[in-house]
């Protein structure tokens, strides 16, 4: 994803509690800066800002991010030199999306499922033992349960 100025990102949005892939290629990539620091931090206050070196590849300076912010990510680089690239000191800003999966993330693993399941069963079992013993002990007492003869049936 090119969102502006030599700066290049792995997916096509940035979203909260997510990591991304940032490269780099601006000019101080541009003039053979032999080590590149990424400075940045998330909102208008510039909260939990954080600095870590770049990993130089053949096509500019790459980092591995973890988006922690919720609102935007700003950054600006430096190189080895102390020379800074702060978007003509505007900083770089990009915004962070709301992650829509994190209500389906959140699931309460402590409920007694096994529990659950064995009341199921027996008190299905409990159903079925009940239903045969109405249905059944009745005509075993009395002198209505008979035994079809499968063989003497004519058919009509």
């Not at 978007?87 to 999966?101: A, C, M, T």
């Amino acid at each position: 994803m090119n969102l502006t100025k030599n700066i290049f990102f792995d997916s096509n949005k940035i979203v909260e509690n997510t990591t991304i892939k940032l490269t780099y290629c601006g000019n101080l990539f541009q003039k053979d800066s032999q080590k590149v620091f990424i400075h940045f931090g998330y909102g208008l206050l510039w909260s939990n800002v954080s600095e870590m070196e770049m990993t130089k590849k053949e096509n500019g300076f790459e980092a591995e991010i973890q988006i922690n912010g919720t609102d935007s990510f700003n950054c600006c680089f430096k190189n080895e030199n102390d020379e800074w690239d702060n978007n003509e000191g505007h900083n770089y800003s990009f915004e962070i999306e709301k992650n829509e999966l994190a209500i389906t993330k959140k699931i309460d693993t402590n409920l007694p499922t096994k529990k659950l399941s064995r009341t199921y069963i027996w008190g299905k079992k409990l159903k079925i033992l009940f239903y045969k013993v109405i249905t059944y002990v009745p005509k075993l007492l009395g002198s209505s349960y008979k035994r079809k003869d499968v063989d003497n049936i004519v058919p009509q």
